[in-house]
């Protein structure tokens, strides 16, 4: 079974450009959340979907937004790009929302952002 | 509040060294859900293992094992003879209905030299 996949892989855009992030999740899987990973905050929860629903949503601004498509694919958009906003950004999938531990994520190799 | 401490930022070992690692967390749920993972170079957060909080008999799997004790709300992480390919970032992770997403520790960086 192809394990979760995320393009591109890598990324430069400069500042006040906006980026398109794109996840397919495990085949079967309905859930598809997304993390952003820098040295100096760490890992951190952004949003997850679930049947093109977002059930949670980490602390980050209304520059970054998401969706889920019917076939669970995900895309994770950031507009007016920042300095700040340079990362790698992991996109997990699960069977069912991974709230509460009811199922485990699974992690996609990453797309690394630069923002110069 | 949820909370995962991993206080060690970076290990060294020699090649066939036993490796602890360690996570603390917090959290006022009964029903949780502690993670593992591996972070090599590639970037892949690579899944480990899941325990609930009603199972508390450690876990063995090949060179890795668990400890896992409620009493001092910790859940470390040995690795048994650890070899240079065990060298990566490792996240302790917890999981409870009252976050509804997965809480991440800061990662602990193990090397491993020959």
């Known amino acids: 079974k192809a394990g979760v996949t995320q393009t591109p892989r890598y990324l430069i855009k400069t500042r006040g450009q906006q980026v398109t992030l794109s996840c397919s999740p495990i085949?079967?899987?309905?859930?598809v959340s997304w993390y952003q990973q820098t040295p100096g905050q760490g890992l951190q929860f952004l949003f997850e979907?679930?049947?093109?629903?977002?059930?949670n949503k980490g602390n980050f601004p209304g520059r970054f937004s998401g969706r889920q498509f019917s076939n669970s694919r995900s895309e994770m958009n950031v507009s007016t790009l920042e300095l700040g906003d340079s990362a790698l950004y992991l996109c997990a999938s699960s069977l069912l929302p991974s709230g509460g531990g009811t199922d485990t994520q699974y992690f996609g190799p990453g797309t690394r952002l630069t923002v110069l | 509040a949820q909370k995962v401490t991993q206080a060690q930022t970076e290990i060294s070992v020699v090649e066939k060294e036993d490796v602890t690692l360690d996570c603390v967390y917090e959290?006022?749920?009964?029903?949780?859900?502690l993670f593992w993972y591996k972070q090599p170079p590639s970037g892949e957060l690579v899944f480990l293992i899941r325990?609930?909080?009603?199972?508390?008999q450690n876990e063995i799997s090949g060179r890795y094992s668990w400890n896992f004790q409620k009493s001092t709300s910790s859940f470390n992480f040995t690795i048994t003879a650890s070899q240079v390919v065990d060298s990566a970032v490792y996240f302790c992770a917890l999981s409870d209905s009252g976050t509804y997403k997965y809480i991440f520790g800061t990662g602990t960086r193990l090397k491993v030299l020959a």
């Open positions: 085949s079967g899987h309905r859930s």
């Open positions: 325990r609930n909080s009603f199972d508390e």
């Open positions: 959290t006022r749920d009964t029903t949780y859900y």
């Open positions: 979907y679930f049947s093109e629903t977002q059930r």
